[in-house]
């Protein structure tokens, strides 16, 4: 039994390693993107529930490493996550998506909200509001047009910097929304004292609808209209599903059924010039 023991050992070893080393080797060359210019944002409409028109976007990171190709986030933000790595990476994507916004605006196309993804460890980092405001001063953005979306759990884990550190951005102006809300089990009376302006219901929900997730979707919304908040429904694939959250007056929803994530410029041309913005 001994022997087979060290027999199975040494058989899941290498394996191990080289899962160790393919993390390392992803970690490395992360580390290296940012300045390689490997690191885009791309934005995914958010349409008013109502009329369908543009109401902003949510910018989403994409890598493309020469060699791997495109490197999925699901798959390098947690690595990147795991050290400061996050801070440069969550700091490139507030400073791009500025610039864009910038850039937009110089072209005539007016200010487009943009909605950028801020992980727990950013939260933390207390020299995030001076870089954000720096940013903002430097593309001359107005704060209400940068929204900062945040997970239930980021808030949960260290709660009193986290919700300080909010409350000092969003005393500026910015928006504050709860990304996947509804998979981190906040009390509704912490969910009142949170800093926030709006919650984005989990795609998981959203693509239950018809069905279980009607339930949960019309409680989050019966309890963010108390408490005077704006919902987004996010994964929005289905006609049903869209007509489901506009009757039930959810304001804005954001999915394949209106668009996927594009870079800049496509989506410059297939939202910003064809919507008139
Ligand atoms: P998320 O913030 O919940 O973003 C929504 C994800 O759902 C995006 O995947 C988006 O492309 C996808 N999606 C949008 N509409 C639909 C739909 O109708 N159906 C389906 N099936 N999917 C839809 P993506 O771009 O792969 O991003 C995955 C996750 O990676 C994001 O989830 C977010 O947690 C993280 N992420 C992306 N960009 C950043 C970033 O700049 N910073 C940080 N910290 N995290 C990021
Ligand atoms: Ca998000
Ligand atoms: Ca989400
Ligand atoms: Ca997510």
Redesign the pocket.
């Known amino acids: 039994a001994k022997r087979e023991g060290r027999n199975r050992a040494t058989a899941f070893e290498p394996r191990l390693r080289e899962a160790q080393l393919a993390r390392i080797g992803i970690r490395d060359a992360l580390g290296l993107a940012i300045a390689a210019g490997q690191l885009a944002l791309h934005y995914?409409p958010q349409v008013c529930a109502r009329t369908g028109r543009l109401q902003g976007a949510?910018?989403?990171?994409r890598w493309t490493h020469p060699d791997l190709g495109t490197v999925?986030?699901?798959m390098f933000?947690p690595i990147a996550e795991e050290g400061r790595l996050?801070i440069e990476l969550?700091r490139w994507?507030v400073a791009e998506a500025c610039r864009q916004m910038a850039a937009w605006h110089a072209a005539g196309h007016g200010y487009v909200r943009v909605a950028?993804?801020?992980?727990v460890r950013q939260t933390r980092d207390e020299a995030l509001p001076a870089f954000i405001d720096h940013v903002l001063r430097t593309t001359a953005v107005p704060a209400r047009c940068l929204e900062l979306?945040v997970t239930e759990s980021v808030l949960m884990e260290d709660t009193d910097l986290a919700v300080s550190q909010l409350a000092r951005l969003r005393a500026r102006g910015l928006q504050l929304s709860i990304?996947?809300f509804g998979t981190g089990y906040s009390s509704m009376a912490y969910l009142r004292r949170l800093p926030i302006d709006k919650l984005k219901i989990d795609?998981a929900f959203v693509q239950a609808v018809p069905g279980e997730g009607e339930a949960i979707a019309s409680a989050i919304l019966a309890m963010a209209d108390a408490f005077g908040l704006q919902v987004v429904a996010?994964?929005?694939?289905t006609t049903a599903q869209r007509d489901f959250f506009r009757d039930a007056g959810c304001q804005h929803l954001?999915?394949?059924?209106f668009g996927?994530?594009l870079p800049a410029t496509e989506f410059a041309a297939s939202w910003l010039v064809a919507h008139g913005t």
């Open positions: 995914q949510e910018a989403l990171l999925p986030p699901s933000i996050i969550g994507v950028v993804n801020l992980s979306e990304d996947d795609m996010e994964g929005v694939e954001q999915g394949y059924l996927r994530a």
